[in-house]
């Protein structure tokens, strides 16, 4: 590490010298940023109602590296985003709790990208299909008015690529760093003939921290946008990614991490655990100004093969019935269909809109024993053979309106979920079988703005999370077939809070109350497989606190603050253990600080420190495991700029964990083994530098 502070040492005089040449206005901190999600239509966020953030374009991509959703949304309150450091199991992110208990990829929270869904019908989700090197803006909504984007939507995370404008222009990038992080990037972009393109294609790879944790990512992007006439929009947009063979370290043991934080479990090496992940998608976006309404209409299809080797032993009865290798073909579709309705006689600014959502999956599942004869860590003899489709119908209504003083905002939204299971492996029985979800979810937030520069408002909603396919997937126990037993858990929340800009400071606070029926919780998980049940009651209290303020000409600030009390409100049994009411929800954290201070002495040159806070966390329902322990760590960042004639120069220089800190970044919820623990890196540092043609 020390040869490495010397090289920045050598560096950082180099590229100033470079850019003293460059001058420039500074760029303002932009205090209000304007969101579609929630109202459905571009709003100021201090105008709305409920407790909705945006991030923008610098903020995701200046002195970060572009790889993980986590760098941009740790900057949100309310939100939680462990970095497994596990490319086969992706981030895990929680909304106020929703989605904690996810072993794997996203629960709970319903993620979209350019108006196409990233989470499939039953609330499925990956954060890696995000392309954060095209992304626009992200904006992320939490609280009632979430409940209007259906089920499985405790918070709605949506990102937003960048149209293709301005002369055309080609570039490159390349980012090395810790761990045998490499990752080599292609773009271009711009406008050409009344139509805009936006190229994308990047590949990383990893080393991983953690033993057996290598990982290689192929992304690519493609987006054409323009005006078929004047009263039209539309866009076209293509996304894929690939990895193939990522390495699966599995969790760790409290005894293991502690003895050596990069451990892997035997098992892990044994039976080689590995994932393969290629997606595919292709979608449109239509817009039409038809007199002072609007009609948007969206349609999108896609496919994604995943195979993944687990570590269930040999011999063991969910080897020998559902195997150790898991295989899935998917087809998915869908598309919205959306009227924005102005109504001019109404008092006031009121707008009415209409909507219809439908999506479909279907996949061909498959599983197999993970060994053949004496040989581990292969495909061996099938052991499950079905089509599993999700497909949800949903039409929905919502009113905008501002009258003087007054915001109201409203809607409901018919809520139906079909789950269909198809067995065609009949030698163990026949576990066939269908399930429909159906709910109404309303929502209700009221503005009123005491100044203009003060506005309070109340939200109010009932929502509902209906099980994944995965979680149905398996039945407590050694029985064979799906858990349709399994309910949906209603919620009822409630949000109070406060938004002001004062001069050059905006302060966003709420307070908030969720109250769950028939909560979904982990009541097993051995050897990758995790089955689950209802535990009746939970309890969510909380306080979000988010403070931007651009304290001089060069000097910015950022916070985000949340105080959490996720707790069990009734006793539940869940196998031998009881659950005591007042018991904490593993996977919440009480406490989450993020704060950032920025410098911008000239437009060429960006520096920031970032620290981050994070309280212990429970890793299973009885609390009497061992908690993954509080921690702080600080991030430093820079990012420099240099122009000459039709080039674009820029370099950046990252240092994580400054301070060396050993910390477990992410638990494992309910894990039957007792690895609940993934260990975080120790201080990493990263440096890239890219160029860019503008013709």
Same mark, same amino acid.
């Given at each position: 590490m020390k040869k490495t502070h010397a090289r920045f040492s050598l560096l950082l005089p180099g590229l100033l010298a470079l850019s003293s040449t460059v001058q420039g206005d500074d760029s303002p901190l932009i205090l209000d940023p304007s969101v579609?999600?929630?109202s459905r239509s571009a709003s100021p966020t201090f105008d709305l109602p409920y407790s909705v953030d945006g991030i923008s374009r610098e903020q995701i991509s200046d002195g970060q590296l572009g790889i993980n959703a986590s760098e941009a949304l740790s900057r949100v309150p309310g939100l939680v985003v462990q970095n497994r450091q596990n490319y086969a199991q992706d981030l895990q992110i929680s909304s106020r709790g929703f989605g904690a208990r996810s072993a794997f990829g996203v629960r709970g929270i319903k993620l979209i990208a350019d108006g196409i869904p990233a989470s499939t019908p039953d609330g499925q989700g990956q954060a890696a299909t995000f392309n954060l090197d095209t992304a626009e803006r992200i904006e992320v909504l939490r609280g009632p008015a979430a409940t209007l984007y259906g089920s499985n939507a405790g918070g709605v995370i949506q990102m937003f690529s960048r149209d293709g404008e301005g002369p055309p222009r080609?570039?490159?990038?390349?980012?090395?760093?810790?761990?045998?992080?490499?990752?080599?990037?292609?773009?271009?972009?711009?406008?050409?003939?009344?139509?805009?393109?936006?190229?994308?294609?990047?590949?990383?790879?990893?080393?991983?921290?953690?033993?057996?944790?290598?990982?290689?990512?192929? +992304? &690519?992007? *493609?987006?054409?946008?323009?005006? $078929?006439?004047?009263? =039209?929009?539309? %866009? /076209?947009? !293509?996304?894929?990614?690939?990895?193939?063979?990522?390495?699966?370290?599995?969790? +760790? &043991?409290? *005894?293991?991490?502690?003895?050596? $934080?990069?451990?892997? =479990?035997?098992? %892990? /090496?044994? !039976?080689?655990?590995r994932k393969s992940i290629d997606h595919q998608q292709l979608g449109m976006n239509y817009e039409r100004y038809i007199g002072n309404a609007t009609l948007q209409v969206n349609a999108y299809t896609g496919r994604r093969s995943v195979i993944q080797y687990l570590s269930i032993p040999k011999g063991t009865p969910a080897n020998e019935r559902g195997g150790g290798v898991v295989q899935f073909d998917r087809k998915f579709y869908g598309g919205s269909l959306r009227w924005m309705q102005p109504i001019d006689s109404a008092p006031g600014?009121?707008?009415?809109?209409?909507?219809?959502?439908?999506?479909?999956?279907?996949?061909?599942?498959?599983?197999?024993?993970?060994?053949?004869?004496?040989?581990?860590?292969?495909?061996?003899?099938?052991?499950?053979?079905?089509?599993?489709?999700?497909?949800?119908?949903?039409?929905?209504?919502?009113?905008?309106?501002?009258?003087?003083?007054?915001?109201?905002?409203?809607?409901?939204r018919h809520s139906t979920l079909q789950m269909d299971v198809d067995d065609q492996f009949l030698s163990n029985g026949d576990a066939s079988g269908n399930k429909t979800y159906q709910k109404n979810t309303p929502s209700m937030s009221v503005m009123y703005a005491f100044t203009p520069e003060l506005h309070g408002y109340v939200s109010a909603g009932k929502g509902f999370e209906t099980p994944t396919q995965a979680e149905l997937a398996y039945a407590p126990g050694n029985v064979e077939g799906f858990n349709f037993g399994l309910k949906p858990s209603e919620s009822t929340q409630y949000e109070i809070g406060l938004k002001a800009q004062l001069n050059n400071t905006r302060v966003n606070a709420a307070v908030f109350q969720i109250t769950t029926e028939d909560e979904l919780v982990v009541q097993q998980s051995i050897g990758g497989r995790t089955s689950y049940q209802n535990a009746g009651r939970t309890l969510r209290r909380g306080f979000e606190l988010g403070v931007e303020s651009q304290l001089s000409e060069h000097w910015s600030t950022n916070l985000a603050y949340t105080r959490l009390q996720a707790t069990y409100d009734s006793d539940y049994t869940s196998g031998a253990n009881t659950?005591?009411?007042?018991?904490?929800?593993?996977?919440?954290?009480?406490?989450?600080?993020?704060?950032?201070?920025?410098?911008?002495?000239?437009?060429?040159?960006?520096?920031?420190?970032?620290?981050?806070?994070?309280?212990?966390?429970?890793?299973?329902?009885?609390?009497?495991?061992?908690?993954?322990?509080?921690?702080?760590?600080?991030?430093?960042?820079?990012?420099?700029?240099?122009?000459?004639?039709h080039w674009t120069f820029h370099q950046?220089?990252?240092?994580?964990?400054?301070?060396?800190?050993?910390?477990?970044?992410?638990?494992?919820?309910?894990?039957?083994?007792?690895?609940?623990?993934?260990?975080a890196p120790g201080r990493s540092w990263y440096a890239g530098a890219g160029a860019e043609y503008q013709f």
């Open positions: 579609i999600t929630g080609i570039g490159a990038e390349t980012l090395v760093g810790s761990d045998g992080l490499n990752k080599n990037h292609l773009t271009a972009e711009g406008a050409a003939n009344g139509a805009g393109f936006v190229l994308d294609a990047s590949r990383m790879d990893t080393n991983g921290y953690r033993d057996h944790s290598s990982a290689r990512r192929d +992304q &690519t992007f *493609a987006k054409l946008n323009f005006q $078929p006439d004047d009263d =039209s929009k539309l %866009a /076209l947009i !293509y996304s894929s990614l690939e990895q193939n063979g990522t390495q699966d370290p599995l969790g +760790q &043991t409290w *005894a293991a991490y502690k003895a050596d $934080p990069r451990s892997v =479990s035997a098992n %892990a /090496l044994t !039976y080689n655990t600014d009121l707008m009415i809109i209409t909507g219809l959502d439908f999506d479909q999956s279907e996949d061909s599942r498959h599983g197999y024993q993970n060994y053949s004869g004496t040989t581990l860590g292969v495909k061996g003899q099938l052991r499950r053979d079905e089509i599993d489709t999700a497909r949800s119908l949903d039409p929905y209504i919502q009113a905008n309106w501002a009258l003087d003083r007054w915001t109201l905002q409203a809607g409901i659950i005591d009411k007042g018991n904490y929800l593993p996977g919440v954290p009480q406490t989450t600080l993020f704060a950032e201070l920025n410098w911008k002495p000239r437009d060429w040159v960006s520096t920031a420190i970032e620290g981050l806070y994070r309280s212990k966390v429970y890793v299973e329902d009885t609390n009497t495991q061992h908690a993954a322990p509080g921690y702080s760590v600080f991030n430093w960042r820079a990012r420099f700029e240099q122009k000459v004639e950046t220089l990252r240092l994580d964990n400054l301070l060396n800190r050993q910390y477990v970044g992410s638990v494992i919820v309910g894990d039957g083994n007792g690895r609940y623990y993934e260990a």
